[in-house]
Nanobody
Framework: QLQVVESGGGSVLAGGSLRLSCAAS????????MGWFRQVPGNEREGVAAIDSDGSVKYADSVKGRFTVSLDNSKQTLYLQMNNLKPDDTAMYYC???????????????????????WGQGTQVTVSS
């Protein structure tokens, strides 16, 4: 059973930094995409940053230049380094995994939550001004 566990959330002042981690386990599939999503109560879940099976990366426009996503394949762990945080970044952050057939990618669907099958429980990020 594939499991996804996020960690690293917390409360920071605007301008501060946090690093989120996402550990995936329980699978040996070698082709997959992983991504970070966030959701504020009452709003739809939005894609933040993700890495496709070919190593390509996508970011939401709102986080470009401030957030960096990286993947340690050996540990099946996804990271999200968040710098210069803003109050608008306050949300529950979720990690998700999509297993793919060999030599395929999510491509344009990389930041669309419906393309992911396995989700973590989320970690809260709160940024105060």
């Amino acid at each position: 059973q594939l499991q996804v566990v996020e960690s690293g959330g917390g409360s920071v002042l605007a301008g501060g930094s946090l690093r989120l981690s996402c550990a995936a386990s329980g699978y040996t599939h070698s082709t997959y995409a992983m991504g970070w999503f966030r959701q504020v109560p009452g709003n739809e879940r939005e894609g933040v940053a993700a890495i496709d099976s070919d190593g390509s990366v996508k970011y939401a426009d709102s986080v470009k230049g401030r957030f960096t996503v990286s993947l340690d394949n050996s540990k099946q762990t996804l990271y999200l380094q968040m710098n210069n945080l803003k109050p608008d970044d306050t949300a529950m952050y979720y990690c998700a995994v999509r297993l793919l057939a060999a030599r395929t990618t999510l491509g344009f669907g990389l930041l669309i939550d419906n393309n992911y099958a396995f989700w973590g429980q989320g970690t809260q990020v709160t940024v105060s001004s």
